[in-house]
């Protein structure tokens, strides 16, 4: 395989919506989705009014890429290996000899293998690598904190309230209906919450194309939050930039094989017609679906047949395609000639006098990296079926889009969680950055590394008295699954579309594959 990747090679490329061609502000939409779940809690369940109240470096515990031990009713930071790195009870740290007494001598967490092997959710574990429920694991913790401080007794009750929060705010008839905070919010005040593409975003994918690429939206979120959040971040023209939308894909299902697959429905008024559809023979806007039938119609409109499966373990298509997303990428999706490009979230702060200056990244064999200004800060995966953020969207095919929804209805009031803040701008790098003043905190980015959990990429494994550095199983995925990773799409949107980016490999450094620069862990990890 090729040490260099160019979108000049794909035929097709697909993106995600969601934090990857969407940019939310995090620190707004973090504190928005805190305050619809623990509203909900506070209303519905009769928790107490103290859940409604944040400090502001309460969002240091707001951690990418953590485990919810069901079992232990534990918080858990994971090793490549499964090894149990850092883990909480509530938001209280749990010591080494806390560690060993809940996993054992070797500190291994019992499910990994099937959280490694499937990426999915249990009855036994949750994963949080979706920032549309992330707050729920602040939420989560909170409420243990405050039964422990009373003595009650910590039930399996508290997942199944969390669970119905996050339901009862992101449920498919959420938005239309305007119930639950989140979608209220975001309808009344979109600004608030979404960053608009740069012109160069919207000039990147006219010229893809104009220049005979096929490109997908595909996005768990329904057509009515799609459209919105589109409109506003693409402009009212954004159906003429891709060829087909997806919309409730629910993925990863929907890259499932059969039996599992579900079928592609067409919409009226955002609604799904109940009788699916036998194969996909069209480009248009449709719902659900599966990857089988979206892969024969992408067949047909490449011209291309399918050719032999290769042999190695990155995740293909067979018309070579790229999908560009911002979830850990999917194990088990080993389908034709197919590369993942993750957007690891957003850039770092502002480098301040006397910090650390970013090294030049490396140099690709077509053209330097031209300069580029500085872009605004924002980063979000995808749900499962059921309890997770199935951000309201279906929509109907283009040529049966009605005309722009009603009136939006007003939020419902804030809740005081805390104070409102700006938000600072960002360079399009990585680098573990220290944590930000606690009053700009919200939901932290893989880039940003949390006093509590330490860096999202490396850590610091203790074993009488000796300290191991380690790579997080989050960082593992990202280098093993993926074929590139940059922090956001501005950041290579000004690239010439035959940009050679250096891949990820097996036998190249584990800095390998980050464009424009690796983190700073990883940096020093190579050093040592």
């Not at 160019?6 to 993106?15: A, H, T, Y």
């Not at 080494?96 to 999915?120: A, C, M, Q």
């Not at 770092?348 to 580029?372: E, M």
């Not at 191991?468 to 593992?476: A, E, F, S």
């Amino acid at each position: 395989m090729s040490e260099y990747f160019s979108l000049s090679e794909c035929d097709v490329i697909g993106f995600d919506l969601d934090h990857t061609l969407c940019r939310y502000n995090l620190k707004e939409t973090s504190r928005l989705i805190y305050e619809s779940f623990a509203r909900y809690l506070v209303e519905h369940k009769g928790y107490d009014k103290d859940l409604l109240l944040l400090t502001p470096a309460t969002w240091d515990f707001c951690f990418k890429g953590l485990v919810v031990d069901l079992e232990e009713g534990n918080l858990i930071k994971l090793a490549e290996d499964g090894t149990v790195l850092r883990a909480t009870h509530g938001t209280k740290n749990l010591s080494t000899d806390d560690i060993i007494k809940h996993y054992g001598p070797k500190r291994e967490w019992k499910h990994f293998n099937s959280l490694n092997t499937s990426y999915t959710r249990s009855a036994k574990y949750y994963f949080y690598d979706n920032y549309f429920d992330l707050p729920g694991a602040l939420l989560c913790a909170r409420v243990v904190d405050m039964l422990n401080k009373r003595g009650a007794e910590i039930t399996s009750d508290i997942w199944k309230d969390i669970v119905a929060a996050i339901d009862h705010n992101y449920n498919t008839s959420a938005f239309r209906e305007d119930t639950g905070t989140y979608f209220p919010s975001v309808k009344c005040c979109p600004g608030s919450y979404l960053q608009p593409c740069s012109d160069a975003v919207k000039s990147w994918l006219r010229s893809m194309k104009n220049s005979g690429k096929i490109l997908l939206l595909i996005t768990s979120s329904h057509s009515d939050y799609c459209r919105l959040v589109c409109e506003h971040i693409l402009g009212m023209d954004f159906e003429e930039l891709f060829d087909i939308i997806i919309t409730n894909a629910l993925k990863p299902g929907f890259f499932s094989l059969v039996p599992q697959q579900r079928p592609f429905r067409t919409l009226v008024n955002d609604v799904e017609d109940s009788e699916g559809l036998p194969s996909l023979e069209k480009p248009g806007w449709y719902s659900q679906g599966n990857w089988p039938h979206l892969h024969e119609l992408l067949k047909t409109m490449t011209n291309k047949s399918e050719p032999k499966a290769p042999s190695s373990p990155r995740l293909h298509l067979s018309h070579l395609s790229l999908r560009i997303h911002r979830g850990l990428p999917y194990p088990h999706l080993r389908i034709g000639r197919r590369r993942h490009l993750l957007c690891l979230g957003p850039p770092n702060p502002p480098h301040r006098p006397g910090s650390f200056i970013p090294s030049a990244p490396p140099q690709s064999s077509v053209a330097p990296d031209p300069p580029r200004p500085p872009v605004s800060t924002s980063p979000h995966r995808s749900p499962a079926p059921s309890a997770l953020p199935r951000t309201s969207e279906s929509s109907p095919l283009p040529w049966l889009i009605d005309s722009p929804s009603p009136p939006r209805a007003p939020p419902p009031p804030a809740l005081p969680l805390s104070h409102k803040y700006s938000l600072a701008d960002s360079t399009p790098t990585y680098g573990d950055s220290p944590s930000l003043n606690s009053k700009d905190q919200g939901m932290k980015s893989p880039s940003a590394v949390s006093n509590q959990w330490g860096s999202y990429f490396v850590d610091m494994q203790k074993n009488e008295g000796e300290e191991t550095r380690r790579l997080t199983w989050c960082c593992h995925s990202i280098h093993t699954y993926s074929t590139m990773a940059i922090p956001s799409i501005e950041a290579i949107a000004d690239l010439p579309l035959d940009f050679k980016f250096q891949r990820f490999s097996s036998d190249k450094p584990i800095t390998t594959g980050y464009y424009p620069r690796p983190p700073d862990s990883l940096l020093k990890w190579e050093e040592n």
